[in-house]
């Protein structure tokens, strides 16, 4: 298992008149926190790319449990609770400044060899970051 | 059971550099399809904020079966398969222009009174819209 | 001269706690506007990108002079008033349902021929469909 | 004269298919900007709403330089060089990680009292707070 955790502070932009969050922008502050989670492996989803590995997204779930506002800061809590195969299933926790969680999330991704266009395994650099936490 | 069909072109801004839609931007595609649903019905989601009610998402589910492309003409069907009460489950097939299904989704909205911040029924004048579609 | 005119729906994610459209969200009411331009004219901003040009913007302005409010049809015109060489310039009014002016912009794009990387002039084509206006 | 700096990291959803940051994307990062410079002053834009006025951008100046990249850092200076009074007008000089100036920015935004909708004067602790860089 390996758990980390970031975090960022809301945009006006990403309100809506509601004064709430948008729902479909915890999208980006997921990726925001499995972004940064790669890079505390040493590893980076940019390098994964300039490498030839991108990693589309197949399945995306949220609950909204209570609203993000302006100006806050969200922490949020990424966990890889199984080692990825030919997909890497994150989860996500967000909590507000009180520490109340407001938000559960989760995404599978899927490595994609970008000359072929075709799903593969994980590269292996990056398993053996991974390995150590799941054995 | 009550089925919407609705179409929107890709925004250059909606992708991303993979040369996708980006994953987080489906929410606005089924924000945009479940607004005309309501408005097909007879009423629009601004009249009910009007009148004192709004809707936040409170569960977001996608799959992306094939990525959406710039410029293309995205079919949208929303599917309500049962009569809301406290809360709206919509249930969305995004179709390119092959007609090829490429990604599924569903929302669960639930209704919130504006004054009090507590959720309640569904309004009355939608129930009646919605109703005979139901029986 | 060339003139063109479209429109679009305010959608609810576009807005902001303010309850106005995102000053930053204009930039892609301009895109869909200037793309729906270049349809009309028979040729489109997807086909010049596949034929090895793309169009970056390198400048833009903007005036609010009233908000867009959520779920208001906002009408745009663009209008070309010189010849693009090697940059194309493009002029933005923006009219709610009153016909009140609530926004004028102004971007201009340059072309890029994608595969060195340099500016190019407008190409041949984009260019006969033009002149006729400017005559 | 009051000058701020302060960094961002280009995300994924924020670049387009010609893998620059989109541009419109900008206009959200100059808020990021400006907002951390009124908490640098020891106010926030968020107090300011609460204390019950708004400050909503009326214009809006972009210079794109050099693209900004996915995953890039990027600085932004922000510089206030009158003092306000019935409006603020903010300018920006973007970097990327190479030092290099990407993207100059400049937006004006106006006092609003959220009551009477009416512009007003900068609120006085903000204009407690500026005056001494104006000295």
């Known amino acids: 298992m390996f758990e980390f955790t970031t ?6 932009g990403e309100t809506d008149q ?14 925001v926190a499995r972004v940064e989670m790669l890079r505390t492996l040493g590893t980076s989803y940019k390098l994964m790319e300039e490498s030839g590995v991108m990693m589309p997204v197949v399945e995306l779930h949220c609950k909204y449990l209570k609203p993000a506002l ?3 800061i969200i922490t949020i809590k990424v966990i890889l ?4 195969r ?9 909590y507000n400044e009180d520490n109340e ?9 899927v ?10 395994f994980i590269p292996k650099e990056l398993a053996a970051k991974l390995k150590p936490y799941f054995e």
């Open 7 to 12: 975090q960022l502070r809301v945009r006006y």
């Open 18 to 31: 509601m004064g709430y969050v948008y729902y479909g922008n915890y999208a980006e502050f997921y990726e």
């Open 70 to 72: 302006y100006d806050q």
């Open 81 to 84: 609770d199984e080692m990825p």
């Open 86 to 94: 030919a997909g890497m299933r994150f989860k996500y926790m967000l």
């Open 101 to 109: 969680l407001i938000n559960t999330g989760e995404t599978l991704l």
């Open 111 to 120: 490595f994609v060899k970008m000359d072929t266009n075709k799903i593969c």
